[in-house]
């Protein structure tokens, strides 16, 4: 353990301690509130009260709900958050995402970067989030991710709700000459039940945000809710399915040209030579702009249509140059490899007891040994990448579906050449995200938009650039080894997890100038941080950079570390004898909330009751981002392949806010863990991406979708996210389903290499 990296927690606590505490800022920046950015641009008889609410006379409440909607319900829940403690119905707001602000920063996005898993409440524990959250906000860090979004706003949004009423009461009561404590508040209106008389909320507003924000501020019990813990209907549902103009492709201004993006399909090379002849012939083109930025290198193509743009585009002759990365898949896994056959490298994140000593003297047949791999994934959202761009009198406007928009004005500014404060970035709603949404289609866009004499450019990527310059997924290569005991129980396990580092990639896009330092724990996330008691227990994370660009992913690491951790756990209880299930029971029992969630999936499936002939059975655990999920999965072996019949799951978020969309959100994450593991792989050659659109990275149809039965449970004391939890045990159950129909133990994915589906 020479090289190894001793555990991190006191360097890291100290190091985001130091940041985020006086070293650097000082008490009071750290302390001090944002500015509210809807000061700036109200309406006639419109009043603010904080950044989340707006009030204007014709009684017209507006909620800011600043995280990007994707399609997982976030702009409901969220107004939810406000609407509750303001004591007005849902249907009576109008949401809004708000402009881009380090207001609206993401604490709980940071909150769980460290080293210590979310079932950890030691002091330690608790002060390393309170600092990395309060590094979110030194950075302004206005970011849709990691399930963060209700745990960011639970606290913070209903506060601005209680605090906004409280101020309407207090306008009230001034108005009417009567004590506050006598006044109560019903449908939009604060009203004096002993007079009879009563004053809408839109008739105080300018009056109640001229009073002093209260410093005590008293939530509503949970006994008292009336809309949070029940499903709402979705805000944003009616414009979706009417076809309303809300998504980045839909945006139109007036006298706006049209451009598309052909970059180098070689990482990071800029073309060595390039003829645009053919490109610039084709009619309609206007112009052709060169690209140069920490994302990619190429060129924007500006046309009076998309059509023209696209012609253009694919016209465009150019020596890409060579990369300086791994250029295949052989080449990639053989980094990978290296970094696993150095055992003194890298970091653990977990090391319980002394792992070596465990296994020094172990007997041969009480050892299990696997190795597991997964390959780059694209996130192939169905909204193609996309922008539209203003620069004109020197301002610049970014119209994009994007996840962060105060880096994305950051990026976009230093792109063209502006201080900050002269971009403004709107977020339209998104055909998905899944972690995509970064800032090269807006910084792209900025840049061709530098070049129309001020006129607008809307940007849109063909499917084949979106496939091909993606973030991907990290491939990740892991080697495990577990000695059992004589009941078939783990004694030791030792896991070796080598990947990319997604923080050093999104480092260099986005701060190249700055190096990220210590252990990244997205490469063990979802194998360090699992509540398993095992008395020697180690997961060490290998950095292995392979040159293509990597990014989050739907589950970060947990999306592949889930897949390893449990397939291998399903392999232990086999070597052992033991029930899949039963096994888990044992290795959790310190955890009542995850026994908790093993039991009700098994209730839920008939587990204990075989499955009938031609049908098989797996399960998988996970804990990621705060929930707690056991999936198991049953498929049919049938003469067009294996089918996927059905899915159980259940998940214990701590609190679920709106049942409805939890529900949603579980399946959704399914559906994406169990298409990754079937069928969808993205491979190199030459150091280019070979997949290009659907045909050849395609995800599960309608017709392969099973039927889902969930159950959300409430016993865990913390509040988890939902967003992505339901991705990384659909992975093992699946792969552990196809064991046991099949026996085979399929160690790389997709399973489609080796098996067929229906």
């Not at 090269?440 to 938009?449: T, V």
Request: hydrophobic share 45%.
């Amino acid at each position: 353990m020479s090289r190894l990296g001793t555990i991190t927690r006191r360097t890291l606590l100290f190091g985001a301690a130091a940041v985020a505490g006086g070293a650097a800022f000082g008490y009071w920046y750290v302390q001090r509130p944002y500015p509210n950015p809807l000061a700036q641009g109200l309406g006639e008889g419109e009043a603010t009260f904080n950044p989340f609410v707006k009030i204007a006379a014709d009684e017209t409440i507006t909620v800011i709900a600043p995280r990007a909607e994707m399609g997982q319900g976030i702009s409901t829940t969220l107004a939810a958050f406000v609407a509750e403690e303001l004591d007005v119905s849902l249907n009576r707001v109008t949401v809004e995402h708000g402009p881009a602000s380090w207001a609206y920063y993401n604490a709980a996005l940071m909150e769980d970067a460290g080293p210590f898993p979310f079932f950890d409440e030691s002091v330690l524990a608790q002060m390393t989030r309170t600092a990395f959250g309060t590094v979110s906000k030194v950075l302004g860090l206005q970011a849709t991710g990691g399930s963060a979004s209700t745990r960011d706003g639970f606290d913070r949004m209903r506060q601005a709700g209680a605090a906004t009423r409280m101020m309407l009461v207090e306008a009230a009561a001034r108005r009417l000459d009567v004590p506050a404590g006598e006044l109560t508040t019903d449908s939009g209106a604060v009203v004096h039940e002993a007079s009879g008389q009563s004053l809408t909320y839109g008739a105080l507003a300018i009056d109640a945000a001229a009073l002093a924000a209260p410093s005590d501020v008293k939530l509503r019990d949970r006994a008292e809710w009336k809309l949070l813990g029940k499903s709402q209907p979705r805000v944003d549902m009616v414009a979706k399915v009417t076809g309303a103009p809300i998504f980045g492709t839909d945006v139109s201004l007036p006298d706006m040209l049209f451009g598309t993006v052909k970059m180098n399909p070689v990482f990071w090379r800029e073309p060595q030579n390039a003829d645009l002849s053919k490109a610039q012939a084709i009619p309609g083109v206007v112009r052709i702009v060169p690209i140069a930025s920490t994302y990619g290198h190429g060129f924007g193509i500006i046309a009076t249509n998309t059509w023209a743009a696209f012609r253009a585009a694919d016209l465009i002759e150019a020596d890409w140059g060579t990369p300086d990365y791994p250029a295949d898949d052989a080449a990639i896994l053989a980094t990978l490899q290296r970094a696993l056959d150095d055992p003194e490298s890298g970091s653990a994140l977990r090391n319980d007891g002394d792992v070596e000593i465990a296994f020094a003297d172990a007997p041969r047949e009480r050892m299990v040994e696997a190795e597991y791999g997964v390959p780059l994934l694209a996130h192939a959202c169905m909204e193609p990448m996309n922008a539209t761009a203003r620069f004109a009198d020197g301002k610049l406007e970014i119209w994009a579906p994007n996840q962060m928009p105060t880096l994305s004005e950051q990026l976009c500014a230093s792109a063209v050449g502006l201080e900050t404060t002269d971009v403004t970035v709107h977020t339209t709603s998104m055909g998905g995200g899944f972690g995509r949404r970064e800032a090269d289609f807006s910084i792209y866009a900025a840049i061709m938009a530098k070049e129309t004499g001020g006129k607008p450019v809307k940007v849109i990527w063909s499917r084949e650039e979106d496939i091909r310059h993606d973030v991907y997924r990290p491939p990740a290569q892991g080697r495990f080894r577990a000695r059992l005991d004589d009941e078939g129980l783990p004694v030791a396990l030792d896991m070796a997890i080598a990947a990319p580092s997604i923080l050093a990639s999104v480092m260099r896009r986005t701060f190249p100038s700055l190096s990220p330092v210590g252990p990244d724990a997205t490469i063990t996330q979802g194998a360090h941080d699992q509540p398993y008691t095992i008395a020697n227990y180690r997961v060490r994370g290998l950095k292995a950079d392979v040159g293509v660009p990597v990014g989050f992913w739907r589950s970060v690491g947990c999306s592949f570390n889930g897949y390893f951790h449990e397939s291998f756990m399903d392999e232990i209880a086999t070597a052992g004898g033991l029930d899949p299930l039963d096994l888990r029971r044992r290795l959790m029992a310190d955890y009542p909330t995850a026994v908790g969630v093993v039991d009700r999936v098994s209730e839920m499936s008939n587990w204990a009751q075989p499955p009938a002939d031609g049908r098989a059975r797996g399960f998988a655990f996970t804990l990621a981002f705060g929930g707690w999920v056991g999936q198991v999965v049953e498929i049919a072996d049938t003469p067009a392949g294996i089918r996927i019949e059905k899915v159980w799951i259940a998940a214990d978020v701590g609190v679920a806010l709106d049942p409805s969309i939890l529900e949603a959100q579980l399946v959704s994450g399914a559906v994406f863990g169990l298409s990754s593991a079937m069928n969808q792989a993205v491979s190199l050659r030459d150091g280019q991406i070979e997949q290009s659109n659907f045909h050849d990275f395609d995800s599960m149809r309608i017709h392969q979708c099973p039927q889902f039965e969930v159950a959300v449970l409430e016993n865990a004391e913390k509040m988890g996210g939902a967003g992505e939890i339901g991705t990384p045990p659909a992975v093992a159950a699946l792969a552990n389903a196809v064991f046991a129909l099949t026996g085979k133990r399929i160690r790389q994915l997709p399973l489609s290499r080796e098996v067929a589906f229906a």
